[in-house]
């Protein structure tokens, strides 16, 4: 039985080929991809013995996947990878068919643990995707077969850690000396572009905005402040008034959808708006793992994330407070998509998702 998201009303994701259509040539990705790869500091464990193998106890998904989410660096998605890579390892099965079966039970399970997170759902079932989609196991014996998905989960992960590495090295070029970037919310992935740009030694200050309902703007110029990167903090209505002092606005996302825009925090289809009409151009960091088979008509029609808004007095019952925490950019408001596979315009969206779910 699937485990339960204690507060199901609340997301969890808010409690804790570039080739000829990219912008990009491959020869920079490929440089992007080494630098990445190169890097010595990476904080997740090699060792992927699951918590049930390792106590004698049974498995299980759930508890394999909150695990992995207890290294704050990691992202949810990938804590799923990595989940699902120990169900394969840990499996009884003794066919094919069998650990198909159980490796669906564990996506479903881990899916239901929170319904409201794209990330969560889309690197599910990329995961199946990638590790399944290969005729070659039809011909093998099991075991043959077995070990083969383990190294298509494990390499799987790899490149879905290594995503935030890459797509820092690709979006870092484009933040020039002198410039001033708005920022909402808080993102890891954002974070690690501007911390590369720093650690390249390029002058720019950062416009944060305060990232309501849950203010994680404010952890976002904390970090920022470590890094002595100069940082304004911005209240959310501020955006238009201070617009014209920005050159670009970095974002990053929930979920990349089919129409190559974006499901993200609250405000940012709003900022969108703001440096459209001003000529800002507005970049977004996600991942791959992120792009998930949706497309949203309007900002109604996606699974809705709460999130209770705490306004410091007293509100009647009488009035109805809107609990929603993210909203929908649509792509003609998006100039540019930092992602591994390479740095894409809105457009190009949709061609890759068909290649990622082929």
């Known amino acids: 039985m ?32 080494a630098a990445a790869g190169g890097r010595s500091d990476d904080v997740v464990s090699e060792n992927y013995l699951s918590s049930g193998e390792a106590d004698g106890k049974g498995f299980s998904v759930v508890d394999e996947f909150k695990n992995w989410r207890k290294q704050p660096e990691l992202a949810e998605a990938v804590a799923a990878i990595r989940a699902l890579a120990s169900v394969i390892r840990s499996s009884q099965a003794t066919t094919m068919m069998e650990l198909e079966i159980e490796l669906k039970k564990a996506v479903d399970s881990l899916k239901s643990w929170d ?48 995503a935030r590495r890459i797509i820092a090295m690709l979006g870092q070029d484009f933040i020039l000396d002198g410039c001033t970037i708005m920022v909402h919310g808080f993102s890891r992935v954002v974070l690690e572009v501007l911390r590369t740009a720093a650690q390249n030694k390029k002058q720019f200050r950062v416009f944060c905005t305060e990232g309501r309902p849950d203010r994680t703007g404010l952890r976002l110029s904390n ?82 994330a709460l999130w209770p808004i705490d306004f410091g007095v007293p509100i009647p019952s009488k009035v109805e407070v809107e609990t929603s925490a993210r909203d929908y950019t649509p792509p003609q408001y998006l100039t540019l998509l930092f992602t591994d596979l390479g740095v894409l315009t809105p457009s190009v969206v949709s061609d890759e998702l068909i290649q990622l779910y082929l």
């Not at 699937?2 to 990705?29: C, F, M």
């Not at 993200?264 to 991942?287: C, D, F, R, W």
């Open 115 to 162: 319904t409201t997170s794209i990330s969560l759902t889309a690197g599910c079932d990329l995961f199946i995707r990638y590790v399944t989609r290969t005729s070659a196991l039809e011909y093998e014996d099991f075991d043959s077969a077995k070990s083969r998905l383990i190294e298509r989960a494990e390499k799987f992960g790899e490149i879905s850690y290594k």
């Open 223 to 304: 970090e920022l402040a470590k890094l002595d990167v100069p940082v304004k903090l911005l209240i959310d209505s501020a955006v238009a008034y201070s617009m014209d002092e920005v050159d670009m606005v970095f974002v990053g996302a929930d979920g990349v959808v089919e129409s190559g825009g974006i499901i993200n925090m609250m405000g940012t289809y709003q900022i969108a708006l703001v440096a459209k009409s001003m000529n800002k151009p507005v970049y977004v960091a996600a991942e791959s793992y992120k792009f998930a088979r949706l497309y949203p008509l309007d900002q109604k029609d996606m699974e809705p």
């Open 2 to 33: 699937a485990a339960e998201n204690p507060n199901s009303k609340i997301s969890l994701y808010y409690q804790t080929r570039a080739a000829h259509h990219g912008v990009v040539t491959s020869d920079w990705l490929a440089q992007a991809q």
